[in-house]
């Protein structure tokens, strides 16, 4: 790493050692906020939505809220208990996706994977896009660039989950608290008012709805759908099961701490917010010209439930409602960081396993898998421009792949006890086999509802995209299990050539020319020559002239190119040597400039790539690159700069490796 400006060291900053591994895995203080913050920052959208489809069915049926609330209230309870128990029998990170395919088979493992991997991108995508909503509600005069924003948000929270976890991690804490500590004392105020007497009231409640007339099978379709719509506050709680190994050590009790944790605070904070929009008869509607009173329906937007609630507590334009309106907007931005160490984590287990490109198993820089969080960006910001960041759009998509893991996780988890019973009957218990059948019942008969209520609302995509990504995903365990089939060792193959050439491409006789012969003279092959592709007939006689005058004793073989092409005269030229002098071996020497700035990458080194990329489809030829390093007087290894927080642990500052340069041997 050279001290020139980096774009890639300022973003993200320097690279960081494997031994560092443990450094980065997480407390439990950190944790929750890491792993939480999509189910915590949840409860603000999933009474928003739950009260959006009950305000379908007018008053009446608004007044079933606090029913349809229990009964999200214990789901989340049972799938929380469910996955305390998955915790420790599988600590390794794979989650609902390791126990599906270890008791349930590999093609089943996969159907969750597939929905988790969809749920992931879906979590960013509808964090990020609820957030802005929010920031909206607060600053309406940024409604007409909702799009851009949510793109430069997942902009910025993907480069700060490539910086690492532990920075990312302790980023992001302080905003989930607040907002934590901000809905605390929001549910708090409103409940003692109510106490006292004066309940708050909000704005919407002087609004009258317009309801869709409903018949009683009608009303209980309403109510399902608004039960799955409210199941949304779910989402996330898979995280903590899919990422045991970021935690410090004891992982499996910090984990489970953690989850403990994260249950008793999102079923508080979800029933204080619904109660208080009963209390205060709130009313919210997917368009707000459904709300009829509501003046400039058609241009002014809706405000969030939360900030509805908070002006209502705390009164219009004091300084603890927007307190609580930029905590939530924030915190919503910031759920996406769930997303962002489950999808990645999730990646790499499926990439161990043969069904995901081996790049996702790959740690970058800062010890993080950044292909995964590259792709995840990627595919979140191509479904907000999509559809416009439009929460109400994302919201229908949302859910069903997180109840699929959900079943399939806990019916492997049945599985698995049962397993147990048979095989090491003084390690079961009973109480764990009834929670996963419990769980396992109660998420798949959530996931028929949630299918049927949302199919046609747009949830049919995710059927769509899901089978799809299976597909793909076993085609990918296919191609590696040919691909190591067919390079695998055996004793019929038989490596017989004979011989040994080399060639030295010459573009120019300038010193890495000069140094690739040199390199190729003390090699010793049995025969040498350099070959030059005739592109310009001025330069090559230029070149032989210099050849010449220089006295290089290597023969030098002048190759036309009537298409000006050098890959493939060059080739060409390897057949007809091969043709000639039978199977011999052929090494390409190719002279490579490196140390270059950051910049200097689109102005060198392109032709000899692509005749490199060419070369390497032809049978019997061996590249050797030789490089030639440009600026020997800019040191090279790690900025000697220590990380922030170095100091602060008593770790000393990195040593700087300096590299001396050395004139190339040139033989003539």
């Given at each position: 790493m050279t001290e020139e400006f980096s774009p890639k060291r300022w973003l993200i900053g320097e690279p960081l050692e494997s031994g560092r591994l443990d450094e980065q895995l997480l407390p439990k203080r950190i944790a929750l906020p890491v792993f939480a913050s999509d189910a915590l920052s949840s409860v603000a959208y999933g009474p928003q939505e739950m009260f959006l489809v009950l305000t379908i069915g007018g008053l009446a049926v608004l007044a079933h809220a606090p029913w349809v609330a229990l009964g999200v209230i214990c789901l989340i309870a049972i799938v929380v208990a469910g996955s305390f128990q998955l915790v420790r029998a599988y600590p390794s990170g794979g989650g609902d996706y390791e126990v599906a395919h270890r008791n349930l088979g590999p093609r089943a493992g996969l159907v969750v994977g597939a929905a988790l991997l969809i749920d992931y991108v879906l979590t960013v995508a509808v964090s990020v896009a609820a957030g802005v909503d929010n920031v909206i509600s607060a600053l309406p005069a940024l409604a007409p660039w909702r799009v851009e924003l949510a793109v430069a948000l997942i902009a910025l929270l993907a480069i700060a989950n490539l910086r690492g976890v532990r920075e990312s991690g302790a980023a992001f804490a302080l905003p989930t608290y607040v907002f934590i500590a901000s809905v605390v004392l929001l549910v708090g105020t409103g409940l003692v008012r109510t106490a006292l007497g004066d309940p708050p009231v909000a704005a919407s409640s002087a609004y009258a709805v317009e309801a869709d007339p409903i018949t009683q099978a009608g009303l209980a379709l309403l109510l399902l759908r608004a039960f799955a719509s409210g199941c949304s506050a779910l989402t996330g709680i898979e995280a903590i099961s899919n990422g045991v190994p970021a935690f410090r050590r004891p992982k499996v009790r910090n984990a489970r701490i953690t989850l403990l944790l994260l249950g008793g605070v999102s079923i508080s904070l979800f029933a204080g917010i619904t109660a208080l929009g009963v209390i205060s008869r709130l009313h919210y509607a997917q368009d707000p010209c459904d709300l009829i009173g509501y003046a400039d329906c058609a241009t002014r937007p809706q405000p969030s439930v939360i900030a509805q609630l908070a002006t209502a507590v705390f009164g219009e334009g004091a300084p603890l409602v927007y307190l609580v309106t930029a905590s939530t907007a924030l915190v919503l931005l910031l759920a996406a960081n769930t997303a962002f160490n489950g999808f990645p984590l999730l990646g790499s287990v499926l990439a161990a396993n043969g069904f995901a490109?081996?790049?996702?198993?790959?740690?970058?820089?800062?010890?993080?898998?950044?292909?995964?969080?590259?792709?995840?960006?990627?595919?979140?910001?191509?479904?907000?421009?999509?559809?416009?960041?439009?929460?109400?759009?994302?919201?229908?998509?949302?859910?069903?792949?997180?109840?699929?893991?959900?079943?399939?996780?806990?019916?492997?988890?049945?599985?698995?006890?049962?397993?147990?019973?048979?095989?090491?009957?003084?390690?079961?218990?009973?109480?764990?086999?009834?929670?996963?059948?419990?769980?396992?019942?109660?998420?798949?008969?959530?996931?028929?509802?949630?299918?049927?209520?949302?199919?046609?609302?747009?949830?049919?995509?995710?059927?769509?995209?899901?089978?799809?990504?299976?597909?793909?995903?076993?085609?990918?365990?296919?191609?590696?299990?040919?691909?190591?089939?067919?390079?695998?060792?055996?004793?019929?193959?038989?490596?017989?050539?004979?011989?040994?050439?080399?060639?030295?491409?010459?573009?120019?006789?300038?010193?890495?020319?000069?140094?690739?012969?040199?390199?190729?003279?003390?090699?010793?092959?049995?025969?040498?020559?350099?070959?030059?592709?005739?592109?310009?007939?001025?330069?090559?006689?230029?070149?032989?002239?210099?050849?010449?005058?220089?006295?290089?004793?290597?023969?030098?073989?002048?190759?036309?190119?009537?298409?000006?092409?050098?890959?493939?005269?060059?080739?060409?030229?390897?057949?007809?040597?091969?043709?000639?002098?039978?199977?011999?071996?052929?090494?390409?020497?190719?002279?490579?400039?490196?140390g270059l700035r950051w910049w200097e990458h689109l102005l060198h080194n392109r032709r000899s790539t692509r005749i490199r990329q060419r070369l390497t489809l032809e049978h019997g030829v061996t590249l050797a690159l030789v490089p030639w390093r440009l600026h020997p007087d800019l040191p090279v290894g790690p900025d000697p700069r220590p990380l922030p927080g170095d100091a602060r642990r008593g770790q000393p500052a990195r040593p700087v490796v300096r590299q001396q340069h050395r004139p190339a041997r040139e033989r003539r």
């Open positions: 490109p081996r790049s996702l198993a790959n740690r970058g820089d800062r010890l993080v898998h950044s292909n995964g969080v590259i792709l995840l960006a990627l595919a979140a910001a191509l479904l907000v421009l999509v559809l416009r960041a439009d929460v109400n759009a994302l919201i229908q998509l949302y859910v069903i792949g997180v109840f699929v893991s959900f079943s399939f996780g806990q019916i492997g988890m049945t599985v698995h006890w049962l397993r147990l019973r048979r095989t090491r009957r003084r390690e079961f218990r009973m109480l764990p086999l009834a929670i996963s059948v419990t769980s396992a019942l109660c998420t798949g008969a959530v996931l028929l509802i949630v299918t049927v209520t949302k199919f046609t609302h747009g949830a049919w995509a995710v059927f769509v995209l899901g089978p799809i990504l299976w597909w793909l995903m076993l085609g990918i365990h296919r191609y590696y299990a040919r691909v190591r089939a067919e390079i695998a060792a055996d004793r019929t193959t038989v490596f017989g050539a004979k011989g040994d050439h080399a060639i030295v491409l010459v573009e120019e006789l300038t010193k890495p020319t000069l140094k690739a012969l040199d390199y190729a003279i003390a090699a010793r092959h049995a025969t040498l020559e350099g070959v030059h592709a005739d592109v310009d007939p001025e330069a090559t006689m230029r070149l032989e002239r210099q050849w010449k005058a220089e006295g290089v004793r290597v023969p030098l073989r002048i190759v036309p190119s009537p298409y000006r092409d050098v890959a493939e005269p060059v080739v060409e030229h390897i057949r007809r040597h091969r043709a000639e002098h039978g199977p011999e071996v052929v090494t390409v020497y190719t002279p490579k400039l490196v």
